[in-house]
């Protein structure tokens, strides 16, 4: 048997069983064409009696109501009593619709099934399979066999299949739990370590708790889906990683985990696991450290909207309201990053319900006001149902053509005149359509009577280009003919770009490893901007030896292969194909130096046309993804020179040769700092100084010595420290220092603790800077502030004695 992995699964039921997992773990064999029914059901009845000793009375099945074959097999060759052997029928409204039918869709593929239940006893309520207490858990479903047997037509006509197969699945959990003697999976040995692990890193001494089950389940979905180069995000399976994880996090929450503590769970996981899937131990580090990324990122919102979500529930509660205001499930969505099913998790432990309807309403109206807010390309919504334009652009730069279509404001009309914006569709074009990354071509199209600028290039359609831009002279009509010409210097650029990216993946999978996948691209004649699945910074180190990769590439001159075949062909080429990317039933897999992949753009000739190949930057995007951007050509050749008269110009500032620069600038910043400390000891000493000469200017009030005044450009350092020397000269006192620097105002308060029981420093300080533009705080013993009006200062501090002597009545 081989063992398959299965993902994010059964998510309506996900913990909420004793058998239902996001992950689960599938034993299956497989049949196509060499045997069928009575084979598959001899071989699961030997592997459950006979090799695992299961009780042969403890085992109870179903077959398809109309499957009299499988029931044969079992009744009259296996031997089990007819009572034990159930037919399912049509259950679910439509004919073929049946818990023990398999169908891949409503044309192709499908057939009956058996199903083998296993008997947990009669301690545990439910009932067998067909009953009306099925879906209790006292009979568990643990083998199942699907008999493809069957075409079905477009007329619902069955067909039989020239070789039936049998696909075989078993639940790894499921007969773990059977053989170990438990009823549920959750007390299996691999679940019970990962519970025990679970409770470790929330400090939770309860192990029958649920959300530690919901733990253990959670981490080997998350884990095995980042093993496999799933990284959190807001759209397809990173969504559902996300969600996952955010799911545990409130688990942990709930348990008292304030803190990052679900990533502390994958060594356990790895013990246990790390064996079987080696991918686990390869990926242990990473793994860890994307789902950090992501619990630090969620408990920084978490608490909030917890506090939202709980407030929410026991105000229903005092009202008896069932359901769930949609409005606040949207918001705590938008504002919080709860996502829906996460709020309806908590409130279903409440038996509450969530207005699901104004959810949507709410997402719609958000997305409405999103279009309306943003700027879309002329493209969006042009009405076209012309031919299709060829494109000539990967043989040649300019062609004649002719104007199919043209559109202005959105619509279409017959003539465009001077100084007018608008869309050409022609019937073929050596104009780039913007796609895949790579940004559509610039250039002009020449007519009888006018010059159309184009700006840019889109796809209207599939196959239909837009090349957008302004009529700078004359006139353009449709049906007339054109010289279209691409502009020369942008395209190459753009192509030198785009080719580099290719040997740029490649690298980056040499130096980082082969979890790095493309998350996003962008290429154009100034650079090329590449996304990709990393979770830490790439260093300085690993950016070198990209640089030495692709240029090594660049510098052999490889000819570049572009060659256009059927998907299944370029599959066994070996070519990368990017996840989530979407081919039709042909493709171009290009070969650019030792780089294969399929690709539709625009892309040198030889790998040397690229030039040179240069890093320009390198950044985190989002948790575990990272961006890269790079420069080629001229483009790199012009960030060379810049560079270099930078350094030239730092040279001569530092009179150092370009080789000593480094050690002189270490050498300059030491002196800084020697320089700074000198400086921090003569303010701190002007401050004594300064002390014993505005102590002489306190005027006393009810016994307290008041100050106020001005430290001509002191720093707040300077001002604390002067406090500090009042304090003890004045021993009773209430003072305020001020200083203006920048047109910035810096105020600190200061109060002896003799004084604290009338006169707060926090109160003190926010009554000063309240009339100079701003506000502060701190203890009452000492706090500061700050202003932005330099000129009501003086009024500021001269109202300061009244309002303490105020304080002190």
């Excluded at 296993?118 to 099925?134: C, F, K, L, N, R």
Aim: proline share 2%; with cysteine.
């Amino acid at each position: 048997m081989c063992t398959r992995r299965r993902q994010a699964q059964r998510s309506g039921k996900r913990s909420y069983t004793a058998r239902h997992h996001t992950f689960f773990e599938m034993l299956g064999n497989f049949s196509f064409g060499d045997y069928f029914k009575r084979d598959a059901i001899n071989f699961a009845w030997e592997l459950l009696t006979g090799v695992f000793k299961l009780p042969k009375d403890k085992l109870t099945v179903t077959v398809y109501a109309e499957d009299d074959e499988a029931y044969d097999i079992w009744t009259k060759e296996i031997g089990v009593p007819a009572e034990r052997v159930i037919r399912i029928g049509d259950n679910k409204g439509a004919r073929y619709a049946s818990d023990n039918f398999w169908m891949m869709g409503d044309t192709g593929p499908c057939g009956p099934c058996t199903e083998i239940f296993y008997d947990h006893g009669e301690h545990i309520w439910g009932g067998p399979p067909g009953s009306a207490e099925e879906d209790g858990d006292r009979y568990i479903e643990i083998w199942n066999n699907v008999f493809m047997q069957f075409n079905r037509d477009e007329a619902g006509v069955m067909h039989p299949l020239p070789k039936p197969s049998v696909d075989t699945g078993m639940g790894l959990e499921r007969i773990a739990a059977v053989l170990q003697g438990v009823h549920s999976n959750y007390e299996i040995d691999l679940f019970q370590s990962l519970i025990k692990a679970a409770a470790r890193v929330t400090s939770t001494t309860d192990l029958d708790s649920p959300s530690l089950k919901v733990l253990a389940d959670h981490i080997r979905a998350c884990s095995f889906l980042i093993a496999d180069g799933v990284i959190p995000g807001n759209e397809g399976r990173g969504y559902v990683l996300r969600r996952i994880i955010r799911r545990a996090i409130r688990h942990g929450y709930k348990l008292g985990a304030r803190a990052a503590f679900f990533h502390k769970m994958v060594a356990d996981l790895v013990a246990e696991m790390g064996d079987a899937y080696p991918e686990l131990k390869q990926g242990e580090q990473r793994i860890t450290d994307i789902l950090r990324l992501e619990e630090e990122r969620f408990f920084e919102t978490i608490e909030n909207g917890m506090t939202i979500l709980e407030t929410e529930l026991a105000e229903m509660a005092k009202h008896g309201n069932k359901v769930f205001n949609g409005e606040t499930a949207f918001k705590l969505h938008d504002t919080f990053g709860f996502p829906l099913d996460l709020t309806a998790d908590v409130c279903r432990e409440r038996e509450v319900s969530v207005d699901a309807a104004a959810f949507d309403a709410a997402m719609a109206r958000q997305k409405e006001q999103a279009r309306a807010a943003g700027k879309f390309k002329m493209s969006i919504n042009l009405e076209y149902d012309g031919a299709a334009t060829s494109f000539q652009g990967y043989e040649t730069l300019e062609t004649s053509a002719k104007v199919l279509a043209l559109y202005k404001d959105g619509a279409a009309v017959e003539k465009l005149n001077e100084g007018e914006l608008g869309v050409v569709v022609l019937d073929n074009t050596p104009f780039y359509a913007e796609s895949g990354g790579q940004v559509g071509d610039q250039g002009l199209l020449k007519g009888l009577d006018g010059i159309f600028q184009v700006e840019d290039t889109l796809k209207i359609q599939a196959s239909v280009f837009g090349h957008h831009g302004v009529l700078s002279t004359g006139s353009l009509n449709v049906g007339e003919a054109v010289q279209a010409r691409v502009d020369l210097v942008a395209r190459h650029r753009t192509m030198r770009h785009h080719s580099a990216t290719h040997l740029m993946h490649k690298a980056l999978r040499e130096v980082l490893g082969s979890h790095v996948q493309q998350k996003g691209s962008l290429v154009d004649p100034d650079k090329t901007r590449f996304d990709f699945s990393h979770n830490a910074p790439v260093s300085a180190d690993e950016i070198r030896r990209i640089e030495q990769i692709v240029n090594a590439e660049i510098l052999e001159n490889h000819p570049t292969q572009a060659r256009v075949m059927d998907i299944e062909s370029a599959q066994k080429t070996g070519a990368m194909m990017l996840f989530g990317e979407k081919y039709g039933d042909e493709v171009r897999v290009l070969d650019i130096g030792s780089s294969r992949e399929l690709c539709g753009g625009t892309h040198v000739s030889r790998t040397g046309d690229i030039g040179l190949f240069k890093v320009v930057a390198e950044s985190g995007v989002a948790a575990g993804v990272r961006r890269i951007e790079a420069a080629t050509g001229d483009v790199a050749l012009q960030l060379v020179q810049q560079q270099q008269a930078l350094l030239a110009d730092a040279a001569s500032a530092f009179k150092a040769p370009a080789s000593e620069l480094a050690g002189k600038i270490t050498q300059t910043l030491d002196q800084v700092k020697t320089l700074e400390k000198e400086l921090a000891r003569l303010k701190s000493k002007l401050a004594s100084s300064q002390g014993d000469e505005l102590a002489e200017q306190a005027v006393e009030i009810k016994g307290v010595k008041v100050l106020a005044t001005v430290l001509e450009s002191a720093d707040a350092n300077t001002l604390r420290e002067t406090m500090d020397k009042l304090k003890d000269k004045l021993k009773t006192a209430a003072i305020v220092l001020a200083s203006v620097n920048a047109g910035k105002v810096s105020v600190a308060a200061g109060v002896t603790a003799d004084t604290l029981g009338k006169v707060k420093a926090g109160e003190l300080v926010n009554f000063v800077a309240g009339q100079v533009g701003g506000k502060g705080g701190g203890k009452p013993d000492m706090a500061m502030a700050g202003g932005t009006d330099a000129s009501k200062l003086p009024e500021a501090l001269a109202s300061v004695a009244g309002w303490v002597q105020d304080k002190l009545q």
